[in-house]
């Protein structure tokens, strides 16, 4: 059984943007191990974590546009201090949810062909983002 | 500790279905753990995983009713290839979500009462749906 | 390795909860972890778990108003045998979820700053909600 965990920081703009690469590139542990999960977990209530389409940039701007009209800046919010996108950003963050478990088989993780992991930027200026990566399972033989 | 994992593969029609005995009969190996977690991963982006009521059809009628008024087909997405059911498909998968991870106590998945697995299918022909389980735990003496 | 597994029992009136102190007064055993996961899972099909904004009652009273009207209880929902609050609390239970993972790192939670971890109560009358605790990882040298 191996337990790891480590930080990674992510700065993005507002909107939907695939991060599976650099997830990989800073877990090279999966390697090792035969079966298992990776937990991805955001630090943060007004960002989040997704799983979806990993080729077509219109899928992201789609979840972008769709978010915003059914999450509206103008909707008299009365938690409104840092602005208009404040209060929409943390509903968001609560429907989306900030976490993720991907199963690890055989050294990699098990996603299906088109799936990508995304980080949803929902603030306009959000700044550095930490996602806690901890890997979970049984060594390879 | 015991770590478990398989694929297993259903198809549904488009709509919300209960899908609690299917998982449970592929996985007998939930009888040997006596604390753990059974994590379930739809490699999919336009179908998703759900926990809710496991009595009342009228519960998963009125899910799907819901849905498609919250994330209309009719909206002007950019990413309409494959048809007007698959942008919404793809957003109500980020909402939804594609995995859960339920306790096991006991020999058994500690589910409420009322709660049973779901499999959303947002898709108007979504084909063969891939979940990996993945079992983890202590040992039943 | 560690594994521990408890129940723990709250009730809250409707609205958005925060529950960390409760739920962290009901585990001293993560103090024992290096690394690990908390897992929460709620054994109900009409509340939700989420993590968001731990300081502004106000945050918690948008998020109320904004699933009120995202999800408004005049829908003609087929499934209203418990009232006009019965169907939206199904829904908005499947779209908040009704569990979370949250890393433990040195003997505590790695909840950012601004986290915390809420109940969400869909219901007028939801009583007694249960939720399983479980706690696997480390242990501390």
């Keep these: 059984m191996i337990w790891y965990q480590k930080e990674i920081i992510l700065s993005r703009r507002r909107g939907f943007h695939l991060i599976t ?4 590139r800073n877990c090279p542990e999966i390697k090792k191990i035969s079966a298992g999960i990776m937990h991805l977990f955001l630090k943060h209530t007004s960002a989040s974590l997704s799983l979806n389409e990993n080729a ?3 899928v992201r701007r789609d979840l972008e546009t ?3 009209r059914a999450v ?6 009365e938690h409104d ?8 950003a943390h509903i968001k963050s609560s429907i989306l949810g900030t976490s993720l478990s ?3 088989s055989g050294g990699k993780l098990s996603l299906g062909t088109w799936q990508g992991i995304y980080l949803c930027e929902h603030r306009n200026y ?3 983002r930490k996602i806690i990566v901890t890997v979970m399972g049984m060594e390879e033989d």
């Design 66 to 68: 769709h978010f915003n």
């Design 72 to 77: 509206p800046e103008n909707a008299s919010y």
């Design 126 to 128: 959000g700044g550095n």
């Design 56 to 58: 077509s940039p219109d």
């Design 81 to 88: 201090l840092e602005g208009p996108d404040d209060m929409p």
């Design 102 to 104: 991907i199963p690890i």
């Design 21 to 24: 690469d650099e997830v990989l």
